[in-house]
């Protein structure tokens, strides 16, 4: 099979030295060469300080939102959510405040009243959020962890109970998976206010969760567009989810300030391995397709082949993914090319070079027109043999965020000294979750990371130019092993 593979551009791409960086780096996604590589000086030490290769193209500072542009030159595309968008929220926003008459705000009115739930199939109207999965005799209510207080957890008086049916989609999925004392990691990307986070770190006491927060689109104001860091950790939301990790002591809950994007979901995706065990894209890919829409263009993408590109490499970040897309007016142009929400994520599926079963719709609600929640499963993950194919640990996992909060300090002074709230369900919380103890997901400390992990850390750092050309290199090392391979098996027939 011919493989496509582009010349190295940029300034990654100038240099022996940097040359042979990226040569290093490509080895590492090659057992062989990684082993070998390792024999001779160590994955360490190119990615050290001193006159190692890559010092020769040193990474600029991370740039936080609001601070002056790096000083070498290099491109940052801004972060903007087209003007477009922005006006459809606030138009939306005005009629819901508006016209209390409207059937939607006849459903948002019983955003506090209890669920109704269905062990059918029949399609949800006016509003409401039907669990399609559920178990036979099984409330979603039942299935909640911790008794969260709707008024501070919804967002644009989006109903509760898209919330309680939601999560009870994903825990019977997760308990399936993993039962309830299993290791695992999660990424709750778009947390908000951390409902899902919570819910699943109090599910799942062994489990490690980072909600991931930028404060983009919708449901969290939109500081992340330009602001900064620290402003990011005022929004409410993420003082929401702050305060209610306090409040149930817990230790494996943790909330990044962090706007992602394309460029961004690819250096994770270059890492070449799992970054978490599960991730929940719950109502947030948009939102990242918009603020992606410029590095799309800049990449030589069109805006379709861009989103596709953005959820192929979102899906490569996990073995495992909740998604709940939106309906049209958003993904206009996803709808306008494949149709179904469905129809874009078989084709994410499929450039992700990755198989997987699709399992779902699992919920439906109304919201906004009609957003279904699929579970996307790689093919064979729960094969034993998968176990070779392991997300990161719990430090290289924290390592790939600028920030993750609460700091140890503050996590272990907390931790433990509020009591569990009441309604907090069948299954441990807070307080009374046991310690983690696994090498990989204890707190506190930074212990070493593997050689896999500090390349995860260094190519967030790195230009955009040496991410590609690590991506490349690693194609043309697969294919030329390949290749070999071939050669041998001919020659061993001759
Ligand atoms: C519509 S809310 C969805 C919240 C939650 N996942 C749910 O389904 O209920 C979208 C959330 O994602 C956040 N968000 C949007 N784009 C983001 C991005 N590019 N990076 C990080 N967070 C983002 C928003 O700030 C907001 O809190």
Redesign the pocket.
Known sequence: MERHVAPLTGPAGSGPATAAALQRAAASASPALAASLQEADGLKAWLGTGDDALSAAPPPPKPSRGSPSPSNGAKTAPREVPASVVAAAAAVGQALRNAPQTPFLAMAARASSPPRTSTGSTAPAGGESVWLAAPSGVSAQSRLIVDLPDAEFT?IE?PWS??VT?WAAIDVELEEAFGEEAQFSVI?????CG??SLQAAAGYPQAFVIG??????????TT?VEGTQEQIIETK?IQTHLKWVQKLGMTNCLVAP????YHKVCSLAAIGQPICDVM?L???VH??DN?SAEQYEADGLGRVEGTVSLMAKLLQLSPRHFV?LPDKPWLDHIYAAFGTARAFLDAAAKMSGRQWSFVGPLCVSEWYGRREVWLLEEVGIRRPEAAGLRALSRPGLEALFPRVLPSPASTSTFSGTFPSPPGTGGRAVGAAAPALSAAGYKTGGRPSLTPQEELGAALLAAPTALIAAHLQLRDAMVSAETLLREATTTASMR
């Open positions: 967002y989006r898209h919330f939601r709750d990307l778009g947390s908000c409902f899902f991931v927060e930028g404060s983009v689109g919708v449901g969290n104001g992340g939301a962090d706007v992602w994007d929940f719950l109502s947030v939102h990242v603020v709940e």
